[in-house]
């Protein structure tokens, strides 16, 4: 399938050769175009769109100001930049985005491009409730899959994993560790002393004090959210297209 395709550049004529290029290799109907900040905007807002190729350089904004409208507004959608002079390409790289092409685009690069897209989002869309992992304890291993770990926690020195149903393993890694690890399975740092599994958190409700929040997992577990934590945690669901009404 397709990914919704948004064009930005503010020229007529390098608008035209992008929408040849990209017609080439994708689905006609889902690509759209937009020449100013306004329209791109408006595009954003109708259509569920999955892609951004970005021109930096146009007169009424840039580039740059658009990705980080798309950071803020649009955490999930990725975006690429386009730009007829490659010393842009050095500062562009600190939006992170998915890729840099120049102008006029070359097919066999943006071939690449779109493969990467398809790359990420195979990723992230990937189901891993049959993936193990095996945790090293006093007495041998535990084969665990990430569905079944309720949280992981650090207490004192001691940092563990707590599966579902009780029981509880002291673990080699650190916190810091364990997030890196469990990053494709969906989990996210909620507290400095808390990692959880997006797919167990069911609310996210301010604290008894009101001055933070708490996580309320599946089993009612109750961990406690940081405040800079809670606005990540937002942007986190967003991301794996969770909408707020």
Same mark, same amino acid.
């Given at each position: 399938?397709?990914?919704?395709? =948004?064009?930005?550049?503010? %020229?007529?004529?390098? #608008? !035209?050769?992008? &929408?040849?290029?990209? @017609?080439?290799?994708?689905?006609?109907?889902?690509?759209?175009?937009?020449?100013?900040?306004?329209?791109?905007?408006?595009?954003?807002?109708?259509?569920?769109?999955?892609?951004?190729?970005?021109?930096?350089?146009?007169?009424?904004?840039?580039?740059?100001?658009?990705?980080?409208?798309?950071?803020?507004?649009?955490?999930?959608?990725?975006?690429?930049?386009?730009?007829?002079?490659?010393?842009?390409?050095?500062?562009?790289?600190?939006?992170?985005?998915?890729?840099? =092409?120049?102008?006029?685009? %070359?097919?066999?690069? #943006? !071939?690449?491009? &779109?493969?990467?897209? @398809?790359?990420?989002?195979?990723?992230?869309?990937?189901?891993?409730?049959?993936?193990?992992?095996?945790?090293?304890?006093?007495?041998?291993?535990?084969?665990?899959?990430?569905?079944?770990?309720?949280?992981?926690?650090?207490?004192?020195?001691?940092?563990?994993?707590?599966?579902?149903?009780?029981?509880?393993?002291?673990?080699?890694?650190?916190?810091?560790?364990?997030?890196?690890?469990?990053?494709?399975?969906?989990?996210?740092?909620?507290?400095?002393?808390?990692?959880?599994?997006?797919?167990?958190?069911?609310?996210?409700?301010?604290?008894?004090?009101?001055?933070?929040?708490?996580?309320?997992?599946?089993?009612?577990?109750?961990?406690?959210?940081?405040?800079?934590?809670?606005?990540?945690?937002?942007?986190?669901?967003?991301?794996?297209?969770?909408?707020?009404?």
């Amino acid at each position: 399938m397709s990914p919704n395709i =948004l064009i930005v550049d503010d %020229d007529e004529n390098s #608008l !035209r050769l992008s &929408l040849t290029a990209m @017609e080439a290799l994708t689905d006609p109907s889902c690509i759209h175009c937009a020449r100013t900040a306004a329209e791109t905007m408006a595009a954003l807002a109708a259509e569920k769109i999955d892609l951004v190729f970005l021109d930096i350089d146009m007169p009424d904004t840039s580039g740059f100001s658009i990705a980080d409208y798309l950071r803020q507004n649009y955490p999930q959608i990725k975006y690429v930049f386009l730009t007829g002079y490659v010393d842009f390409a050095v500062r562009s790289y600190d939006y992170e985005p998915l890729d840099f =092409l120049t102008k006029p685009i %070359d097919l066999m690069r #943006l !071939r690449k491009t &779109l493969e990467r897209y @398809e790359s990420r989002s195979q990723q992230q869309g990937a189901d891993y409730s049959r993936e193990r992992i095996a945790v090293e304890t006093s007495i041998g291993f535990v084969l665990l899959s990430p569905s079944e770990i309720s949280y992981a926690g650090k207490e004192h020195r001691a940092v563990k994993l707590y599966r579902t149903g009780g029981e509880e393993y002291v673990v080699r890694h650190s916190l810091d560790e364990l997030e890196s690890i469990f990053s494709d399975f969906g989990f996210f740092r909620i507290h400095q002393s808390y990692l959880a599994p997006l797919s167990n958190i069911i609310s996210v409700q301010p604290s008894r004090f009101g001055k933070t929040y708490e996580a309320v997992l599946s089993d009612q577990t109750h961990l406690p959210v940081s405040r800079d934590k809670y606005q990540k945690l937002r942007s986190f669901l967003i991301s794996k297209g969770i909408q707020f009404i």
